[in-house]
């Protein structure tokens, strides 16, 4: 039980890191680019899987001996595409509820607060889904 909250507290640490990296990106899109909240999100997503990447397999999971590198990217990467679905179907459906209820949804930047619950929901889908298809830990 100890290694499985060692494990929590490391994959939320990186989580933290590939937030900010997501929110940074996703809010310099918007704010400064004039990007739809919906495309920069997804793009945003995309930057900081990078990262989270590389820091979850080399700090927070022990990987897999019976996997090759290159399975277990295709298996992160396909772990992913999901965790891009979650995304951008909050996003999509935070941003028609609020134009919907006639709110300025960009404006008002209320697309911050949907990306935070996006976010919540795909870091609980990567932890179990990681930790199920990557984890060779105990």
Known sequence: ?????????????????AFIVDFGVMT?????????????????FVVSVTFNYLASMRFVFVPREDLSRSSQLAIFLALSVVGLIINEVI??????????A???????????????????????WNFASRKRWLDAGA
């Open 1 to 17: 039980m100890g290694r499985l909250i060692e494990q929590i507290l490391k994959f939320g640490v990186v989580g933290v890191l």
């Open 28 to 44: 310099a899109l918007v704010e400064y680019a004039h990007m739809s909240p919906i495309i920069a999100a997804g793009i945003s």
């Open 102 to 124: 006639g709110v300025d949804y960009e404006g008002s930047r209320l697309y911050m607060l949907v990306k935070v619950i996006a976010t919540v929901a795909v870091a609980v």
């Open 91 to 100: 996003m999509w459906g935070g941003e028609h509820a609020f134009l919907a």
